[in-house]
C-alpha cells in the first residue's frame, strides 16, 4: 500500500470511529426511516376500490400535487406505479444525505482553520489523503443507511402485501452513486472555501441551484419562468447530480436497462471529475488555514 | 540533512522569502530565529512540504525534496506551536497516538506508543481525553506524536512556549536526550534564552533573507566588537576609574558605581592579569572580576536593528 493510499485509510477509519461514537448519524437514520414509515403506511391507507388514490390521504395529496404541479402527471403516475417505495426511497434517504454531506464540509471547514488538516498532512499524507479518506467514511455509511432502508422497504413490503421491485433495487444504486457525486461536491466547496460557513453556504447554494435545476427542465410553468429556467436547467444539467439520477430514473421506470446505466456512468464521470479538479485545487491551494 | 539552494516564496509581489541556502547537518541542534513576519513560518511550511516555493531547491535526506515526496515526509517529526483547538476533543491519548501510528505506519505501534508516553511521565493518563489536557501536557503528546515514527529530523515550533519551569525543563530535557541519541533538530523560537541554552547553531531571519547563520559561539563573537569588564573592590578610591583610563591604554571607558568598578575593553586579547595587578600595585584586591558575555537575545537585537550591513559579509573576506 503507498502512503496516500495508508493514509486516506487511516484517516477514513479515523472519521468513520468518529460517526459512530456521536448520535448524529444514528439520529438521521431514524429520521429517515420514520419518514419511510410514513409514506408507506400512507400509501396503504390511499388505496381504494380503484387503486392508489392520492387525494385520500392528506401527505399523499400534498406530494401528488406538488409532483403533479411540477413534473406533470404522467411522471407522478409513473412514480407510483410501483408502489410507494420509488418515492420513499428517495425521499427518505435524503436526511442521511444531508446529514453526512453538510457535516463533512461542515468539518472540512472547522478543521482546516484549526489547523488540523495541516497536522495531518505534516507526515507521509496531503490533502487529498484526507479528503479521499473523509469520503470513504461518507460512502461507507451512506451504504449503510441505504441498505437499511432497503431491508426496511422489503420488510414492509412483506407486511403491508406491495411487491417489491426490482426497480427500487435500482433506484438504491442510483441514490448511492448520486450520494457519492454530492460528497465529492462537498470536497470540492472545501477546497475552494476557508470557513466552514462559507464552505456550507456554498454548498447548500451550490445544492439548491442544483435541484432548483432540475425542477426547472421539467418545469410545465409558462412564460419567461419557464424559459429562464429551462436555459439555466440545460447549461447546468451537465454538472449536476441530479440530472443523471433522474436519467437513470426515469429510465429505470420505463424498464430500459441502457438509459439506468447511462445514468450510472454519468455520475462515476462527474464523481471522478470533480475529485480531480478538487485533487488539483488542494495541491495549489494547500491546507493551510 | 537540509540544504536549501536560493530558495524563494512570494504572495503576489511580496516577497516572504527572499532566496535562502540553509545547510543544516546530520545530528545537530539548529535554532532557527527571526522576529514575526520575517519569513520564518514561510520557510518551513516549504520544509515540511505544506507549501511550494516559488522558486529553488530543497535537499532532504541528500535527496530533492517537494511535497509529493511522502517517502521523505514520512522521516520528519513535527511539533507545531499550537495543538489544534477544538477538534478531536473527545479523543484519548492513546486514541489520538494510535491514528498517527496508522498514518505513519508505526512498526509495534503499542509498544512505541507506551514507551514514549513512559519516558515523559504521561503514562498514566493514556486513557485520559484530550480535552482534559493542560498546556504542557498537550505539548508532551505533542511531541510524543512527532516521534512516534522515530524520525530523523525533528521540527518543532516555540516547543517551551506558554510552560511552566517545571515543563521547560522536561522538554529541554527530552529535547537534548533525542539529540544525544542522533536525531536531527530543527527549532524556531522567540524564546532566545532556551535557544541559547539548546541550539549548537542558529540562523538569523530578517525580512526573508538570512542574516546570518553559524555556530552560538562563533556568531556571538562576531557581533561583540567591546567587552565590558565588571570588577568587584571593597572600597572604590575616588579618582580610581579615571586613572585606570589614562594609565591603561586597553581601557576604553570607565565607571566606578558602589564597590563594583566597570571598563569597557577590546573584543580582543585577555587583559584581568594586567588589571588585577594594577589594582593591588595601587592597593586594592579585586575580589571578583567577571565578564559581561553577549547574550543571543542581545544579538538578535544587534543583527535585526544594527549590524545587518556587517553580517551580510562574507566572514572569511575579513
Same mark, same amino acid.
Given at each position: 500500500?503507498?502512503?496516500?493510499?495508508?493514509?486516506?485509510?487511516?484517516?477514513?477509519?479515523?472519521?468513520?470511529?468518529?460517526?459512530?461514537?456521536?448520535?448524529?448519524?444514528?439520529?438521521?437514520?431514524?429520521?429517515?426511516?420514520?419518514?419511510?414509515?410514513?409514506?408507506?403506511?400512507?400509501?396503504?391507507?390511499?388505496?381504494?376500490?380503484?387503486?392508489?388514490?392520492?387525494?385520500?390521504?392528506?401527505?399523499?395529496?400534498?406530494?401528488?400535487?406538488?409532483?403533479?404541479?411540477?413534473?406533470?402527471?404522467?411522471?407522478?403516475?409513473?412514480?407510483?406505479?410501483?408502489?410507494?417505495?420509488?418515492?420513499?426511497?428517495?425521499?427518505?434517504?435524503?436526511?442521511?444525505?444531508?446529514?453526512?454531506?453538510?457535516?463533512?464540509?461542515?468539518?472540512?471547514?472547522?478543521?482546516?482553520?484549526?489547523?488540523?488538516?495541516?497536522?495531518?498532512?505534516?507526515?507521509?499524507?496531503?490533502?487529498?489523503?484526507?479528503?479521499?479518506?473523509?469520503?470513504?467514511?461518507?460512502?461507507?455509511?451512506?451504504?449503510?443507511?441505504?441498505?437499511?432502508?432497503?431491508?426496511?422497504?422489503?420488510?414492509?413490503?412483506?407486511?403491508?402485501?406491495?411487491?417489491?421491485?426490482?426497480?427500487?433495487?435500482?433506484?438504491?444504486?442510483?441514490?448511492?452513486?448520486?450520494?457519492?457525486?454530492?460528497?465529492?461536491?462537498?470536497?470540492?466547496?472545501?477546497?475552494?472555501?476557508?470557513?466552514?460557513?462559507?464552505?456550507?453556504?456554498?454548498?447548500?447554494?451550490?445544492?439548491?441551484?442544483?435541484?432548483? +435545476? $432540475?425542477?426547472?427542465?421539467? !418545469? =410545465?410553468? %409558462?412564460?419567461?419562468?419557464?424559459?429562464?429556467?429551462? #436555459?439555466?436547467?440545460? @447549461? *447546468?444539467?451537465?454538472?449536476?447530480?441530479?440530472?443523471?439520477? +433522474? $436519467?437513470?430514473?426515469?429510465? !429505470? =421506470?420505463? %424498464?430500459?436497462?441502457?438509459?439506468?446505466?447511462?445514468? #450510472?456512468?454519468?455520475? @462515476? *464521470?462527474?464523481?471522478?471529475?470533480?475529485?480531480?479538479?478538487?485533487?488539483?485545487?488542494?495541491?495549489?491551494?494547500?491546507?493551510?488555514? | 540533512?537540509?540544504?536549501?539552494?536560493?530558495?524563494?516564496?512570494?504572495?503576489?509581489?511580496?516577497?516572504?522569502?527572499?532566496?535562502?541556502?540553509?545547510?543544516?547537518?546530520?545530528?545537530?541542534?539548529?535554532?532557527?530565529?527571526?522576529?514575526?513576519?520575517?519569513?520564518?513560518?514561510?520557510?518551513?511550511?516549504?520544509?515540511?512540504?505544506?507549501?511550494?516555493?516559488?522558486?529553488?531547491?530543497?535537499?532532504?535526506?541528500?535527496?530533492?525534496?517537494?511535497?509529493?515526496?511522502?517517502?521523505?515526509?514520512?522521516?520528519?517529526?513535527?511539533?507545531?506551536?499550537?495543538?489544534?483547538?477544538?477538534?478531536?476533543?473527545?479523543?484519548?491519548?492513546?486514541?489520538?497516538?494510535?491514528?498517527?501510528?496508522?498514518?505513519?505506519?508505526?512498526?509495534?505501534?503499542?509498544?512505541?506508543?507506551?514507551?514514549?508516553?513512559?519516558?515523559?511521565?504521561?503514562?498514566?493518563?493514556?486513557?485520559?481525553?484530550?480535552?482534559?489536557?493542560?498546556?504542557?501536557?498537550?505539548?508532551?503528546?505533542?511531541?510524543?506524536?512527532?516521534?512516534?515514527?522515530?524520525?530523523?529530523?525533528?521540527?518543532?515550533?516555540?516547543?517551551?512556549?506558554?510552560?511552566?519551569?517545571?515543563?521547560?525543563?522536561?522538554?529541554?530535557?527530552?529535547?537534548?536526550?533525542?539529540?544525544?541519541?542522533?536525531?536531527?533538530?530543527?527549532?524556531?523560537?522567540?524564546?532566545?534564552?532556551?535557544?541559547?541554552?539548546?541550539?549548537?547553531?542558529?540562523?538569523?531571519?530578517?525580512?526573508?533573507?538570512?542574516?546570518?547563520?553559524?555556530?552560538?559561539?562563533?556568531?556571538?563573537?562576531?557581533?561583540?566588537?567591546?567587552?565590558?569588564?565588571?570588577?568587584?573592590?571593597?572600597?572604590?578610591?575616588?579618582?580610581?576609574?579615571?586613572?585606570?583610563?589614562?594609565?591603561?591604554?586597553?581601557?576604553?571607558?570607565?565607571?566606578?558605581?558602589?564597590?563594583?568598578?566597570?571598563?569597557?575593553?577590546?573584543?580582543?586579547?585577555?587583559?584581568?592579569?594586567?588589571?588585577?595587578?594594577?589594582?593591588?600595585?595601587?592597593?586594592?584586591?579585586?575580589?571578583?572580576?567577571?565578564?559581561?558575555?553577549?547574550?543571543?537575545?542581545?544579538?538578535?537585537?544587534?543583527?535585526?536593528?544594527?549590524?545587518?550591513?556587517?553580517?551580510?559579509?562574507?566572514?572569511?573576506?575579513?
Amino acid at each position: 500500500m503507498n502512503y496516500r493510499m495508508n493514509a486516506t485509510v487511516a484517516i477514513g477509519r479515523h472519521r468513520l470511529r468518529e460517526s459512530l461514537i456521536h448520535p448524529g448519524y444514528y439520529i438521521s437514520l431514524t429520521i429517515s426511516l420514520l419518514v419511510g414509515y410514513a409514506f408507506v403506511a400512507a400509501f396503504v391507507r390511499s388505496i381504494d376500490s380503484s387503486g392508489f388514490n392520492y387525494h385520500a390521504n392528506p401527505l399523499y395529496d400534498f406530494v401528488g400535487g406538488v409532483l403533479s404541479g411540477a413534473f406533470g402527471s404522467t411522471v407522478l403516475s409513473r412514480v407510483f406505479a410501483d408502489g410507494p417505495f420509488l418515492f420513499a426511497m428517495n425521499v427518505s434517504f435524503l436526511p442521511v444525505l444531508l446529514y453526512l454531506a453538510m457535516t463533512s464540509v461542515y468539518r472540512f471547514g472547522t478543521e482546516k482553520s484549526s489547523g488540523a488538516i495541516e497536522l495531518l498532512t505534516y507526515g507521509p499524507s496531503d490533502g487529498t489523503s484526507y479528503f479521499l479518506g473523509s469520503l470513504a467514511k461518507d460512502v461507507l455509511l451512506s451504504a449503510a443507511a441505504l441498505l437499511a432502508l432497503f431491508l426496511f422497504y422489503c420488510f414492509a413490503g412483506i407486511v403491508d402485501n406491495i411487491a417489491v421491485t426490482p426497480r427500487l433495487l435500482e433506484e438504491v444504486f442510483l441514490l448511492f452513486f448520486s450520494a457519492i457525486a454530492i460528497f465529492a461536491y462537498g470536497i470540492l466547496v472545501s477546497s475552494v472555501t476557508d470557513s466552514a460557513n462559507s464552505a456550507l453556504a456554498l454548498f447548500l447554494a451550490g445544492f439548491v441551484l442544483l435541484a432548483v +435545476s $432540475l425542477v426547472g427542465s421539467y !418545469a =410545465i410553468v %409558462g412564460g419567461y419562468v419557464r424559459s429562464l429556467s429551462a #436555459i439555466a436547467a440545460w @447549461i *447546468v444539467q451537465w454538472f449536476s447530480p441530479f440530472f443523471y439520477w +433522474s $436519467l437513470g430514473t426515469r429510465a !429505470a =421506470i420505463a %424498464g430500459e436497462f441502457g438509459g439506468f446505466a447511462l445514468g #450510472i456512468i454519468g455520475l @462515476i *464521470v462527474l464523481v471522478v471529475a470533480v475529485l480531480t479538479a478538487s485533487h488539483f485545487i488542494i495541491r495549489s491551494r494547500g491546507v493551510r488555514p | 540533512m537540509i540544504r536549501t539552494i536560493d530558495l524563494h516564496k512570494s504572495y503576489g509581489s511580496f516577497a516572504a522569502v527572499a532566496g535562502i541556502n540553509l545547510n543544516i547537518q546530520s545530528g545537530e541542534i539548529y535554532g532557527f530565529l527571526g522576529p514575526n513576519g520575517a519569513g520564518k513560518t514561510s520557510t518551513i511550511m516549504m520544509l515540511l512540504g505544506v507549501t511550494r516555493p516559488t522558486s529553488g531547491e530543497i535537499y532532504l535526506f541528500d535527496e530533492r525534496y517537494t511535497p509529493e515526496r511522502l517517502d521523505l515526509r514520512r522521516r520528519i517529526g513535527v511539533v507545531p506551536e499550537k495543538h489544534p483547538q477544538g477538534v478531536w476533543t473527545w479523543m484519548t491519548a492513546i486514541e489520538y497516538l494510535r491514528l498517527f501510528a496508522d498514518l505513519f505506519r508505526v512498526d509495534k505501534p503499542e509498544k512505541r506508543i507506551s514507551f514514549l508516553l513512559e519516558q515523559v511521565g504521561l503514562d498514566g493518563v493514556r486513557n485520559k481525553r484530550m480535552k482534559e489536557f493542560s498546556r504542557g501536557m498537550m505539548q508532551k503528546l505533542s511531541i510524543i506524536r512527532a516521534l512516534l515514527p522515530d524520525p530523523d529530523l525533528l521540527f518543532l515550533d516555540e516547543p517551551i512556549s506558554g510552560l511552566d519551569p517545571l515543563g521547560i525543563k522536561q522538554i529541554r530535557d527530552l529535547i537534548l536526550s533525542e539529540n544525544r541519541d542522533g536525531r536531527t533538530i530543527f527549532i524556531s523560537s522567540h524564546l532566545l534564552s532556551e535557544m541559547e541554552k539548546l541550539c549548537q547553531r542558529v540562523a538569523i531571519i530578517y525580512r526573508g533573507h538570512l542574516m546570518a547563520e553559524d555556530r552560538m559561539g562563533a556568531l556571538l563573537s562576531r557581533l561583540t566588537k567591546d567587552r565590558e569588564v565588571t570588577i568587584e573592590i571593597e572600597a572604590i578610591p575616588e579618582g580610581l576609574a579615571e586613572r585606570l583610563r589614562e594609565e591603561l591604554p586597553f581601557v576604553l571607558e570607565s565607571r566606578a558605581d558602589g564597590n563594583i568598578l566597570s571598563l569597557k575593553i577590546p573584543k580582543e586579547g585577555d587583559f584581568r592579569r594586567t588589571i588585577s595587578e594594577y589594582l593591588i600595585k595601587h592597593d586594592q584586591v579585586p575580589l571578583r572580576i567577571q565578564e559581561k558575555t553577549l547574550s543571543l537575545e542581545d544579538a538578535f537585537v544587534t543583527i535585526t536593528r544594527d549590524n545587518i550591513d556587517m553580517l551580510t559579509q562574507d566572514p572569511a573576506a575579513k
